[in-house]
């Protein structure tokens, strides 16, 4: 079956830390790569985008992705974070070709950042 | 435009009791989703819709029920609620399939229905 892992649940860093928060994903087919940020209060939005080509995606915030085809990876990263990207953070992985419709979008059970000021 | 949108945002329940939650996106999209967000176990599809009048069953489906009368609209409803129905319930859409084309599924997230059922 699909499935996305994420490998931390939660994570607490000081600001001007590096980030890098992993995904796995299992799926046989070609896919699209998703990462969603939930800050408090807040509904998911998209952060970042793995459609084709470059592997290497820059999203939003100074966010940034690379796609690791042979070892099913998605791992987001951030060279420098700041308290306001305390928030909750999920992976996500879809089809990238038309199926039966047996396999939609699956996301990650979620990393919960905070960043100390 | 306001993208999508959920009502109510916030509800109490008895168990037993009904309700219908609201989702409405102007965006013209075709697909729409509805999800429930627990603690520890991300987002789980319940039902989702791949076009007016259409309704599929995603991986959590019992105990809710859904239509898709008119496009822009899509409702979950909750027949008989459960305490373990609370959760919050968030709805999206997508673009979906393009003819010939990759998949567009960057989904659009509502603000979220906080449900609690005693």
């Known amino acids: 079956a699909q499935s996305v892992s994420q490998h931390n649940h939660h994570v607490i860093l000081s600001e001007a830390a590096s980030l890098e928060l992993g995904c796995n994903y299992s799926y046989g087919g070609t896919v699209n790569l998703f990462w969603y940020v939930q800050y408090p209060g807040q509904h998911l939005q998209l952060l970042l985008k793995y459609f084709s080509g470059d592997p290497l995606v820059k999203g939003i915030k100074g966010f940034e992705a690379e796609f690791i085809k042979s070892k099913f990876s998605f791992n987001l990263r951030k060279p420098s974070v700041q308290w306001s990207d305390t928030a909750e953070y999920f992976c996500?992985?879809?089809?990238?070709?038309?199926?039966?419709?047996?396999?939609?979008?699956?996301f990650g059970a979620g990393t919960r950042l905070f960043v100390k000021a | 435009n306001a993208g999508v949108t959920q009502t109510p945002k916030f509800r109490v329940l008895k168990t037993g009791q009904s309700m219908t939650l609201l989702c409405a996106q102007d965006m013209n999209h075709e697909y729409m989703y509805w999800y429930r967000q627990d603690p520890g176990m991300g987002l789980r599809l319940i039902h989702y819709s791949v076009g007016e009048g259409t309704t599929a069953k995603g991986e959590v489906p019992d105990g809710y029920n859904v239509s898709r009368l008119k496009k822009q609209n899509f409702l979950l409803g909750l027949e008989s609620a459960a305490p373990s129905q609370t959760s919050v319930y968030f709805c999206?859409?997508?673009?979906?399939?393009?003819?010939?084309?990759?998949?567009?599924?960057?989904?659009?997230f509502g603000p979220g229905t906080r449900l609690l059922v005693l």
């Open positions: 999206a859409s997508s673009l979906g399939w393009t003819s010939g084309g990759p998949s567009q599924e960057t989904q659009y």
């Open positions: 996500a992985v879809s089809p990238a070709v038309s199926n039966t419709g047996g396999f939609k979008t699956i």
